[in-house]
Nanobody, 114 residues
């Protein structure tokens, strides 16, 4: 079973930055790989995902503030988050899909608060 291991969450003040990292336990070229988040009481939503050949989809609120980078050779995907806002507070999940099979990390808490 493929595992996605996340790191990098934490507490940051508004306007600050965090970098989330995710590594897959197996050498799989995922169809897409990226980051999702789930705010308390809400559904999980896409933050940023990168397709196999480099196309990227961002949540509107992440455009201009977040950057996604993916290394297919290492099976990793990182999310650089700048100018964080309180509404970015959520559990962030690494997600990946390969041939219709969806994989999730365990989630990492990001809290933006002064």
């Amino acid at each position: 079973q493929v595992q996605l291991v996340e790191s990098g969450g934490g507490l940051v003040q508004p306007g600050g930055s965090l970098r989330l990292s995710c590594a897959a336990s197996e050498n799989i070229l995922f169809d897409f790989m990226g980051w999702y988040r789930q705010r308390l009481g809400e559904q999980r939503e896409v933050v940023a995902v990168m397709l196999m050949h480099g196309a990227v989809h961002f949540h509107d609120s992440a455009k201009g503030r977040f950057t996604i980078s993916r290394d297919n050779a290492k099976n990793t995907v990182d999310l650089q988050m700048n100018n964080l806002k309180p509404e970015d507070t959520a559990v962030y999940y690494c997600g990946a899909q390969e041939r219709g099979e969806q994989y999730w990390g365990q989630g990492t808490q990001v809290t933006v608060s002064s």
